[in-house]
């Protein structure tokens, strides 16, 4: 009797609450946004990486509505899309809402960051 080979396992499929993490903080945060600027319902906080800055890229967060090709989930309660592009730049980022002296806004701790710029606005990889 010959032996039948089994196939090689497939890669295990991106999952992406794992992928992308928001605070409570800045949950609360994206939706009293959401709230104050009558965002419609179906529209989602577009997480994105664009090219630009000091070190090469940016994050650009706001509402925009999912496209056949996004990477949506739900994460904290918030509804996210992220292009295919931005999500290979994006794997492993906490989202967090910083309240300072030095001003308030979104803080991205991405572990695939190696450099930053002064200013903390934009990063290379």
């Known amino acids: 009797m010959s032996?039948?080979?089994s196939p090689e396992p497939s890669a295990p499929p991106i999952v992406l609450e794992q992928t992308i993490s928001i605070?409570?903080?800045a949950a609360s945060k994206v939706n009293e946004i959401r709230d104050a600027e009558t965002i419609e319902d179906e529209m989602a906080l577009r997480l994105r990486v664009v090219g630009g800055g000091c070190a090469g890229f940016s994050y650009d967060l706001y509402f925009d509505s999912a496209t056949p090709v996004d990477k949506?989930?739900?994460c904290n309660g918030?509804?996210?899309v992220i292009d295919q592009m931005s999500l290979m730049y994006l794997?492993?980022?906490e989202i967090?809402?910083?309240e300072s002296l030095q001003g308030a806004g979104f803080k991205f701790s991405n572990p695939n960051v190696k450099s930053t710029c002064g200013c903390g606005?934009?990063?290379s990889v």
Request: glycine fraction near 4%; hydrophobic fraction near 45%; charged fraction near 25%.
């Open 3 to 5: 032996e039948v080979a």
């Open 23 to 25: 605070t409570d903080i």
């Open 72 to 74: 949506q989930f739900d």
């Open 78 to 80: 918030v509804k996210v």
């Open 91 to 93: 794997m492993g980022t």
């Open 96 to 98: 967090d809402y910083i």
């Open 121 to 123: 606005s934009s990063f």
